[in-house]
């Protein structure tokens, strides 16, 4: 027997609400990606040419898409830590969001059933 349509409609808002909270828990939200670069210089006589553990860096550089177009910018090591942890906070962010979509559509379908 399927589950009853009070019993859909009550795990949905259940799950709905455990969303909110989540959410709500969240402070700060980047999109895009973090990349750890290292480079070398070119001055003559420098190690970083021949030895790839000799290179110099890290540099962090932050790239996102803003006005449909893809920016690039270099970060600090501290602004990278910052970054990343809003990065997976976005990703968690839209995964949830995607849940929430989901759980809703349970609940048109619960709530006001297509007449056949
Ligand atoms: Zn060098």
Excluded: F
């Amino acid at each position: 027997m399927p589950p009853k349509r009070e019993t859909i409609i009550k795990r949905a808002r259940q799950r709905i609400e455990r969303i909110r909270q989540t959410l709500s828990g969240i402070d700060t939200l980047c999109s895009g990606t973090l990349l750890q670069r290292t480079k070398v210089c070119g001055k003559s006589g420098c190690r970083c040419a021949e030895d790839v553990s000799a290179r110099h860096g890290p540099y962090y550089e932050w790239g996102h898409m803003v006005d449909g177009k893809l920016v690039h910018r270099v970060v600090s090591p501290q602004q990278a830590a910052l970054l990343q942890t809003a990065i997976d906070n976005y990703r968690h962010a839209q995964r949830l969001l995607r849940e929430w979509e989901t759980e809703t559509e349970y609940l048109i379908d619960a709530e006001a059933p297509r007449k056949p």
